[in-house]
């Protein structure tokens, strides 16, 4: 897919959460969100009684989400 911004080939992948944790992967986790050597780290909330959020826009027409990290 390309970017909806700059036309670059966007990489398929999944956004995952897990307590104060969210990661994108290639592959979901099943058990746990220890950060693999290929995945990126978005939210790593130390603190326990804050619940991480991200900035984001959707297009409600397209089904398509941009997220900044």
Same mark, same amino acid.
């Given at each position: 897919?390309?970017?909806?911004?700059? $036309? @670059?080939?966007?990489?398929? $992948?999944?956004?995952?959460?897990? $307590?104060?944790?969210? *990661?994108?992967?290639?592959?979901?986790?099943?058990?746990? *969100?220890?950060?693999?050597?290929?995945?990126?780290?978005?939210?790593?909330?130390? @603190?326990?009684?804050?619940?991480?959020?991200?900035?984001?826009?959707?297009?409600? @027409?397209?089904?398509?989400?941009?997220?900044?990290?």
């Amino acid at each position: 897919m390309k970017c909806p911004i700059c $036309g @670059n080939d966007m990489e398929r $992948g999944f956004i995952q959460t897990e $307590g104060r944790v969210m *990661l994108w992967t290639k592959e979901p986790h099943t058990l746990t *969100l220890f950060t693999r050597d290929d995945e990126v780290e978005i939210i790593h909330e130390q @603190n326990p009684f804050c619940m991480p959020s991200l900035p984001a826009e959707i297009c409600k @027409n397209c089904k398509k989400i941009i997220i900044d990290y």
